[in-house]
């Protein structure tokens, strides 16, 4: 069977439409260099988000509120909420905003802080876990994250194509608490075009 030619050209021409505000995060984005996921993988959050019915959400690393507006969408038939964790004042500053402009304020929770001094004082049980600090707080988040979800719940890593990673990525596929699965791709308009994602249920 004959593969299509030039799969990157052709998959880049699938890539999910945006409304006018992810749009003009993503022009902010490539102009001041803030990495984001980009709309494959903020459509997969969002697609994750629905198909699991998630009504509680975690995540680690708001940035410019890119990723969370996927995931409010994504919870909000379900009357969900989304926790996010953002060290930088300012960006958290930004994230509320755009998380406004997108009308999902209510949905959001932006809290400023580093994410695994947050996570301590975290309850849980949440439903979702999407994951996208510095590389090396990977590992020692994991622990946090197996606690903070639910039975069942789902753990979602950006990144994991990096370097720093590689300790997280050895320890939750060695790990008989989870059942995971890590995705080379490439990933159009994510930063990088060509990374890792780790896609973890939690069984145990």
């Given amino acids: 069977m ?3 030619s030039d799969p990157a050209q052709y998959f880049r021409s699938l ?21 984001i996921v980009g709309p494959v993988v903020g459509e997969l959050l969002y697609i994750l988000a ?30 969900g909420q989304v926790i996010s964790l953002e060290r930088d004042e300012g960006m958290a ?15 959001v ?5 580093e994410a695994l001094e947050l996570m301590k004082k975290l309850a ?16 020692p988040a994991l622990a946090h994250c197996h606690r903070l ?24 596929f060695a790990d008989p608490c989870w059942r995971m699965v890590s995705l080379f791709c490439l990933l159009p308009a994510h930063s990088p075009e060509q990374d890792g994602l780790s896609i973890a ?4």
Avoid at 52 to 77: D, F, H, M, N, V
Avoid at 109 to 113: F, L, S, W
Avoid at 201 to 204: C, E, G, M, Q, R
Wanted: net charge negative; hydrophobic share 50%; with cysteine.
């Fill in 2 to 4: 004959a593969m299509i």
């Fill in 15 to 35: 890539i999910p439409p945006r409304d006018e505000v992810l749009l003009e995060l993503e022009s902010e984005a490539r102009a001041e260099g803030i990495p």
């Fill in 93 to 107: 500053a930004r994230a509320r905003t755009n998380i406004a402009k997108a009308g999902l304020a209510d949905l």
């Fill in 149 to 172: 979800l639910k039975p069942g719940g789902l753990l979602i890593a950006d990144n994991v194509g990096f370097a720093a990673a590689d300790p997280f990525n050895q320890a939750i």
């Fill in 50 to 79: 629905r198909a699991i019915q998630a009504k509680a959400i975690l995540e680690l690393g708001a940035a410019t509120g890119y990723s969370a507006i996927y995931l409010a969408r994504g919870c909000q038939p379900q009357h």
């Fill in 201 to 204: 249920l939690k069984v145990a």
């Fill in 109 to 113: 929770k932006v809290r400023v802080g």
């Fill in 124 to 139: 849980g049980p949440f439903d979702l876990i999407f994951m996208d600090i510095d590389k090396e707080e990977y590992l």
